[in-house]
């Protein structure tokens, strides 16, 4: 980071500190500092007032434009890119050098960058992190840090601190160990938090703990960035995780911890771990479940039925698809059922067959899960032998709900319930089209990975992405917005049902189960403040309740709109 130049006598309100990343003690930024401080910085929209009271006269081209005129040059740049992830590499040049632009586009224009920043495109930037890699974003804190991670923490330079994204990167979206360079997914979805919910980004952090890779391709590539050693064993892992927490708490007091994309069995068992003493969740396996919850909702508006009618059927029964059927449980015993009845609706085929109370091999997280019925070798047996009207993919491997699948959930329903929600676009069990095709146009279809319009006899359906970030910013809205010390279930069930209000009856007229995604922050607004009443409700919350609630939420939102400086 440049030297930063004395600050002039008189600081233009821009520069407040009460309006700006704290800078913990450092001066603000004058000249040639200040265009290098992506977080300032304005480029050629700085007035000519500001040019001559910030000492950046002759640093810029003499013309002055707008916000939106720079907007408009950057889609112009950002649409003649020749690849995706040569448009996600422009994208985060952008967002090194002024970081209100770049929200400005990205909240402006959500739908068409938002597949450039996170799914699908995050993906195969992760898998070439190492050799696209170009400036720091977030901190790496790996097996090398014991006994000084807090030391770590505080070498970040921004804040206040109020939300950290971090991985382990052992299981990368559907692409498996990426160890550090699975830095790009909490780097994405921490722009997600400030683009669909308004978190401030000064408030977030991404995090990577480097543990090791057991990926042979990256352990031979001599541009890997990380460790190039196998992951630490479990109880050197165990003690690291817990040094990351109580540094976490102490440095960072007021952080909510979003664990993402850990691997399954450390994923379920961190969250036991940590959740009751920690403000913590796990974005797979809860706010994966609130998603799919509030898909479930308005299939129900669509096909004009109960969610006590339905039995689902998942592919995968890992962190997604456990978590899932967890928050269905807790849905359906609300609705009456008891435990035992609600799981009774929820069955699973992993890569050994059908998950049944006969099988030695199951984990703990399969176990509540494991019914009574003869063994049963793949999908397809089992749709035809459980005859369920939900079919929901969260397994990691593409094209597994094949043509026989599908013909077979349509003869069984009038409107077989398709989810496919793994992603990225390569590794999802079905296409739109396909969803469409095979079941003769009867099909509810749901997707992880986006996937456009489809036209079939005559309609046209419009299938909207079961996107994560439709929950997850929101639900850390509520979470700092409250200051709630916890993170329970309940407020993942709130997220839901407030998701599904949030569909109108002409989304679902075009067969869509979500809203569009230009209403992302309204809708987050909605779940925050859910989250936060249920925060308020449960004696949770540790900032004091306002008399308007939603308002002041809403209040918090940052906007990425430039400020007058004069």
Request: hydrophobic share 40%; net charge neutral.
């Amino acid at each position: 980071m440049p030297t930063r130049a004395l600050v002039p006598s008189v600081i233009p309100p821009m520069f407040d500190r009460r309006n700006h990343p704290t800078r913990r003690g450092m001066p603000f930024p004058i000249g040639v500092d200040l265009l290098h401080d992506p977080t300032l910085n304005k480029g050629t929209a700085f007035t000519d007032e500001e040019r001559s009271a910030l000492k950046l006269d002759g640093l810029l081209p003499p013309k002055v434009l707008t916000q939106e005129g720079q907007v408009e040059k950057v889609l112009e740049n950002f649409r003649k890119e020749p690849t995706d992830i040569a448009k996600y590499l422009y994208l985060i040049s952008l967002q090194d050098r002024n970081e209100r632009l770049f929200y400005r586009v990205v909240v402006d224009h959500l739908r068409e960058t938002m597949p450039i920043i996170y799914t699908p495109t995050v993906g195969l930037a992760c898998q070439l992190y190492g050799h696209i890699w170009r400036r720091p974003r977030g901190l790496f804190i790996t097996a090398r840090d014991r006994g000084r991670i807090a030391h770590v923490l505080k070498n970040w330079p921004y804040g206040p601190v109020r939300a950290i994204v971090v991985t382990d990167g052992e299981r990368i979206l559907g692409l498996g160990d990426l160890g550090a360079n699975g830095m790009g997914i909490p780097v994405g979805k921490l722009s997600l938090y400030t683009a669909c919910a308004g978190v401030r980004p000064e408030w977030c952090l991404p995090i990577t703990l480097d543990v090791g890779t057991n990926n042979p391709q990256l352990l031979e590539d001599p541009l890997y960035t990380g460790l190039p050693h196998a992951r630490v064993p479990p109880k050197e892992y165990d003690e690291l995780l817990d040094e990351f927490m109580d540094a976490v708490a102490a440095v960072f007091p007021r952080a909510l911890v979003q664990f993402e994309d850990f691997g399954s069995t450390n994923a379920f068992r961190l969250l036991r771990r940590y959740r009751d003493r920690a403000r913590c969740f796990n974005d797979d396996i809860q706010g994966t479940a609130a998603m799919c919850l509030a898909g479930l909702y308005s299939a129900m508006r669509m096909i004009h039925a109960s969610l006590l009618g339905q039995k689902l059927l998942f592919l995968g029964a890992g962190e997604a698809g456990t978590g899932i059927a967890d928050l269905v449980v807790s849905a359906l015993r609300e609705e009456g059922l008891s435990g035992h009845q609600a799981r009774q609706r929820c069955w699973f085929v992993d890569s050994k067959g059908l998950v049944v109370h006969s099988r030695a091999d199951l984990g703990a997280h399969k176990q509540p899960y494991a019914h009574d019925h003869d063994s049963l070798p793949d999908l397809l047996s089992a749709v035809c032998a459980l005859q369920p009207t939900t079919l929901i993919g969260v397994s990691g491997q593409p094209q597994t709900f094949t043509r026989p699948v599908i013909e077979a959930m349509a003869a069984i329903n009038e409107h077989p319930l398709i989810f496919a929600l793994s992603n990225p676009t390569s590794k999802s069990e079905c296409t739109a089209e396909q969803a469409y095709a095979w079941s003769a146009g009867r099909a509810i279809f749901a997707s992880g990975s986006p996937f456009g319009p489809v036209d079939y006899q005559g309609r046209t359906f419009v299938p909207a992405q079961a996107n994560n970030s439709y929950v997850f910013p929101g639900v850390a809205l509520g979470v700092i917005a409250s200051g709630t010390r916890r993170v329970p279930d309940a407020m993942f069930l709130a997220a839901a049902r407030a998701l599904a209000a949030s569909v109108r009856d002409a989304d679902l007229a075009r067969g869509s189960l979500f809203p569009p995604l230009d209403r992302i922050r309204d809708i987050s607004a909605s779940i925050a403040t859910a989250i936060a009443e249920i925060a308020y409700e449960a004696g949770l919350a540790a900032e004091p309740r306002p008399d308007d609630l939603r308002a002041f939420i809403q209040g918090q939102m940052y906007d990425p709109r430039y400020e007058s400086s004069l």
